[in-house]
């Protein structure tokens, strides 16, 4: 049976403190709270620098056994090196210890900056580097260069697909070339609400789908009402009746947004 994983964009934000956590909560509580409220979090301190094998084990243990973490790429792989040469990076990453959340591990999310434009080659060669299994993604690991030394996290706990998602955010991205390649190799184009400022790409390109939210009138501020949650809730039944697992991320949190229309969704799907 196909499952929706709803949540937000990361869990760690100063306004949600005594708004969404109750006053008094401990810091280092809140991703537990958080994750008995909603059935996912998308991981995005990942994008920022590469995390401890321990955190990644931390993140695991503390979550229900059926909670799953969506992980944000680094930007090293996306924004610096722009997608290219990119092999090495990518095996330090999956190295860090993502592989350590086992079958926690959701979909992994490839976010690309507004200034990097579709280039057919670039992303071909970049969705050859990524494995389509943890055993795969173990190989890749293990190429990892010498910084990685003592920092690595090099086992899984049994063999399982592994699903990648990208986030284009040029306009030259609307391309049937991209969308074609994206089918090909099995990885899900996002579809990014964000009130017109990037592509919103409804496309089908894998056995899964993955939408992420960040605000449909005000970019990463505005709430979703009854109507956009109403969308939010057939776009995700359509893609359950088709048996298609769906991953929806909030990512509206300056005001507070995120956890509350995450909770909503869910509520609704839930009826």
Do not use: C
């Not at 990892?144 to 399982?160: S, V, Y």
């Amino acid at each position: 049976m196909a499952t929706a994983w709803v949540g937000m964009s990361g869990w760690t934000y100063a306004p949600w403190r005594g708004e969404f956590y109750p006053k008094g909560l401990r810091q280092a509580d809140e991703l537990r709270y958080a994750s008995e409220h909603v059935t996912s979090i998308e991981l995005n301190g990942s994008f920022y620098s590469l995390q401890k094998p321990s955190s990644w084990m931390k993140w695991r243990d503390e979550t229900p056994d059926d909670f799953v973490f969506s992980v944000k790429a680094p930007r090293f792989i996306t924004h610096i090196r722009r997608l290219d040469d990119v092999a090495e990076p990518i095996a330090n990453f999956f190295a860090s210890g993502i592989l350590a959340l086992g079958a926690k591990l959701g979909a992994i999310l490839w976010q690309l900056p507004p200034n990097l434009d579709y280039d057919p080659a670039t992303i071909r060669d970049f969705l050859a580097l990524l494995p389509r299994d943890t055993e795969s993604a173990l190989e890749v690991a293990r190429g990892r260069g010498e910084r990685m030394t003592g920092k690595e996290h090099l086992e899984i706990d049994a063999p399982r697909v592994l699903r990648h998602a990208i986030e284009p955010r040029a306009y030259s991205f609307d391309d049937q070339e991209f969308a074609d390649q994206l089918a090909e190799a099995g990885v899900a184009a996002v579809l990014g609400d964000s009130a017109g400022r990037w592509p919103m790409l409804d496309w089908l390109t894998a056995d899964f789908a993955y939408a992420r939210l960040h605000g449909d009138k005000e970019l990463y501020t505005s709430g979703y009402d009854d109507a956009g949650l109403d969308r939010w809730e057939e776009w995700t039944r359509d893609h359950l009746d088709h048996d298609r697992d769906v991953y929806v991320y909030f990512d509206n949190d300056q005001k507070v947004r995120a956890p509350y229309d995450a909770m909503s969704l869910l509520q609704r799907l839930a009826r």
